[in-house]
């Protein structure tokens, strides 16, 4: 299940009615109701580990949940971290990013027109930074290898069938 994308994810469509889906992961979820918790909003799913078991790093599967033209079920799980950690990295990833570029774009334009190009210096400490939270992300990922798996074999469980991660 190691993965170097930030947030693994699987789609996989079953012979089921979205009912029937959301009915057989509530019943993999009451079984073992110590392993995981589970919030239902309408064609979304998301199962999570138990707060006495969550850590900084915990992950949490999104199932989001529609119906076919044939009337089968649609469903797309996104693992990833609590939205604060997620909100985290999002934004710095958003700051990183747009701070390189401007800097790259000015330091080239100093580079071209023949000034000494300090803004690369900025550009290079951005480029450090966004490799440092891609590094970060890993290892946090790493540390919630075990409840990804967790939460993995739940679903996997409630739907009778395995699916792949991406």
């Known amino acids: 299940m190691s993965s170097f994308g930030i947030r693994p994810r699987f789609t996989q469509t079953l012979d089921l009615r979205l009912e029937e889906a ?20 309408p064609g979304f799913i998301c199962l999570r580990i138990p707060e006495q078991d969550r850590h900084f790093w915990s992950p949490r599967l999104n199932l989001g949940l529609e119906t076919t033209e044939d009337g089968k079920t649609r469903i ?16 710095g990833y958003l700051l990183t990013g747009t701070f390189g570029l401007f800097s790259g774009v000015f ?25 440092g939270l891609y590094v970060i992300a890993q290892f946090g990922q790493k540390l919630g290898a075990l409840q990804t798996f967790r939460l993995h074999q739940i679903y996997e469980a409630a739907m009778g069938r395995t699916v792949e991660i991406h």
Do not use: S
């Open 22 to 41: 959301q009915a057989r992961l509530a019943r993999a979820v009451e079984e073992g109701a110590d392993r995981c918790e589970m919030k239902i909003f």
């Open 76 to 91: 797309e799980g996104i693992y990833g971290p609590n939205a604060n950690v997620w909100g985290l990295f999002l934004y």
């Open 107 to 131: 330091g080239f334009a100093q580079f071209l027109i023949g000034q000494h190009p300090w803004a690369l210096w900025i550009f290079g400490a951005m480029l450090a930074l966004a490799t």
